[in-house]
């Protein structure tokens, strides 16, 4: 009995100055996604065979990770099948070798984490050359308040965010230049807004002092990453002719 003809793979076309892209047809679907410099991303979904022009869906996308443009997929295959007729499981062997694909094309670095001081610090979605899509954060979350802390990649200052049931607090904290103590600067901008808060938390909330135990620790760690691996970002070539 002869053995069953291989699927085609994808093709992937790497990361050239940010922009790299996927595709892959099989049978009457035509699925691709390009990476761009842009801030949004692009998936593509051809059908032909469908009525008397092929049906076509293009999707904008926005800090794309594998799950999200696995999801994005899968909902997008769902809208074709409601328009055209498709093979039973095409979806399924469309997503064959995906992920190494998409590794290809979106070579994201491991993501860095830790605890230090009561604070979860992550540093992820960092690419080769590329930062546009990496989130640095550190977040402390107690019994009633969870507090967000996230520094602009120009490393001029942070934003922060405060959540508590019933509030929702954001704001932003700008470092000077030349630049302050970044620890002091935070800590005066939540006592300027700390009390409003906590005020219109549906229980009681834990003292500033409580949520911001373990901070300067926490920053000086985070900090230090952002030292030794600062945000760096692919050539702007979009005045060149």
């Known amino acids: 009995m002869p053995a069953a003809a291989q699927e085609p793979p994808w093709s992937v076309v790497p990361p050239t100055s940010g922009s790299a892209s996927m595709s892959r047809?099989?049978?009457?679907?035509?699925?691709?996604?390009?990476?761009?410099?842009?801030d949004d991303d692009?998936?593509?979904?051809?059908?032909?065979?469908?009525?008397?022009?092929?049906?076509e869906m293009d999707e904008s996308l926005n800090g794309v990770t594998a799950a999200a443009l696995r999801d994005a997929i899968a909902e997008e295959i769902d809208n074709a099948?409601?328009?055209?007729?498709?093979?039973?499981?095409?979806?399924?062997?469309?997503?064959?070798g995906f992920d190494e694909a998409f590794a290809k094309v979106k070579p994201f670095a491991p993501p860095h984490r830790a605890t230090v001081g009561g604070w979860?610090?992550?540093?992820?979605?960092?690419?080769?050359?590329?930062?546009?899509?990496?989130?640095?954060?550190m977040t402390k979350a107690l019994a009633i308040v969870t507090m967000i802390y996230q520094p602009y990649q120009t490393g001029e200052g942070a934003s922060l965010n405060l959540k508590c049931k019933g509030a929702d607090y954001g704001g932003g904290v700008d470092f000077g230049?030349?630049?302050?103590?970044?620890?002091?600067?935070?800590?005066?901008?939540?006592?300027?807004?700390?009390?409003?808060?906590a005020k219109d938390c549906k229980a009681k909330p834990e003292t500033q002092t409580e949520l911001l135990q373990g901070f300067p620790e926490a920053l000086a760690t985070l900090e230090g990453w952002l030292k030794a691996k600062p945000f760096v970002y692919p050539p702007d070539n979009s005045s060149k002719q």
């Open 25 to 38: 047809t099989l049978e009457n679907v035509t699925l691709t996604y390009k990476r761009t410099t842009d």
């Open 42 to 55: 692009h998936l593509h979904i051809t059908v032909g065979n469908c009525g008397s022009s092929p049906w």
């Open 81 to 96: 099948k409601l328009n055209c007729k498709l093979a039973e499981g095409i979806g399924d062997r469309l997503m064959a």
């Open 120 to 137: 979860q610090l992550a540093d992820e979605g960092s690419m080769p050359g590329d930062d546009s899509e990496r989130s640095v954060t």
């Open 177 to 197: 230049d030349p630049p302050e103590d970044h620890v002091k600067v935070v800590t005066k901008e939540l006592a300027d807004d700390y009390a409003d808060f």
